[in-house]
């Protein structure tokens, strides 16, 4: 995700270079194109922000199911014990 950051940073300061080399000025379609870039960039990173707590949340889902899935191994080992150790 930082590298999908550090090329949109890449895109908009080239574009604003661009913009200031040609023709001393920048034009309203430069400016309007760097403005939707801006745009895309913070959309982009409200999504990897997004992203990233869906990634947590669902990171400690896993380990809840993981703990239980712990307890029921050992709820089954110690059934089955003590089903062995009934009289036959």
């Known amino acids: 995700m930082t590298k ?21 000025g920048v034009s309203d379609e430069e400016r309007a194109q760097l403005e939707s870039l ?4 913070n959309t982009l ?5 997004s992203l990233r707590s869906e990634k947590t949340r669902m990171e400690r889902e896993l380990g809840e199911k993981n703990a239980k ?3 029921c191994a050992k709820d089954k080992e110690e059934t089955k014990s ?3 150790k009934l009289p036959k």
């Open 45 to 49: 990173n409200s999504d990897v922000s």
């Open 4 to 24: 999908i950051k550090g090329l949109m940073t890449a895109v908009i300061i080239t574009a604003a270079s661009v913009g200031y080399v040609g023709c001393g």
């Open 82 to 84: 003590n089903l062995e």
């Open 38 to 41: 801006r745009q895309e960039v």
């Open 69 to 71: 899935l712990e307890q």
